[in-house]
């Protein structure tokens, strides 16, 4: 006898493989199902995962043979999310360098630091902060990985997108940071050549984790949507309290492929610069 054809089956949610860096994410789903071997990883636990074998051979009959898995996860797996200053935005001057003058900015949080183009970290209190969990069973590493979904600056009567397109907020992983708290503090340049000044911002950031066991690759434990909304004035030169606040919705466990995060490149500053 000879065997005619060979078939997997896998109970669960399965990929073929996940490949991400500070350029590009994306998950493959093309799990190979029909040959004599395949590989595949689980993203999503569970208990009593049937995986089978089946064989059709030349004489008709059909044969097979199973293994049952149960797939473990960190738990507690969800981070935790603050917002340090109660979704308030500050009016902050921020300090120039050669070629880069001094100026206000609209900022979600409460910071000290240079504008952009100039050199210096920021200092302060950020808008909002996650956490990871601090479980250490089953063994691996916590992770955070944020994406901008959208992102629009309004000048005066002037509209400016502050983004090209949609995609990854600076390094994956996000601040290049792993088993570490993160945070962030959004803000706008206040030029003094406009009268009123507004954005509407939003993201994703995505808890990730990556099993300390051989070959594993990294998997969504969920994400979290925030946004910001909050506009300014100015009158003789001074600029008014923001309006409007930022928010973080509650966590949103992953259950499915889709939950990955995917990009094709980092954000990028949009061709048509108010500033």
Known sequence: ???????????????????????SGSVNTN????????????VVPANSLVVTLTLNLSNGATVSASATFNVGAP??????????????????TLTGCAG?????????????GPVPNCPGPYTGTPGIQFS????SSPPGTFFFVQLVDS???YYSSLTCAATNTPGLDGQYPYQGKTGQSVNDAPFIQLPATYTTASRNFSATMYLMWQSGSANSIPVPMGSVAWTISASTSQSNGTWS?????GSASSFTPASKTSDFPHWTGTVGNAANNCH
Do not use: E, H, R
């Open 1 to 23: 006898m000879s065997v005619n054809s060979k078939s997997w089956s896998v109970d669960g949610t399965i990929v073929a493989g996940y490949t991400a860096s500070s350029s």
């Open 31 to 42: 799990v190979t199902l029909n040959q004599q071997q395949t590989t595949f990883y689980w």
């Open 75 to 92: 738990s507690p797996s969800a981070p935790t999310v603050t917002l340090p200053t109660n979704g308030k935005l500050y009016i902050d």
């Open 100 to 112: 880069y003058p001094s100026d206000s900015a609209m900022v979600f949080g409460n910071i000290s």
């Open 132 to 135: 990871p969990p601090t479980t």
């Open 151 to 153: 992102d629009t600056v």
């Open 241 to 245: 309290t923001p309006s409007g606040s």
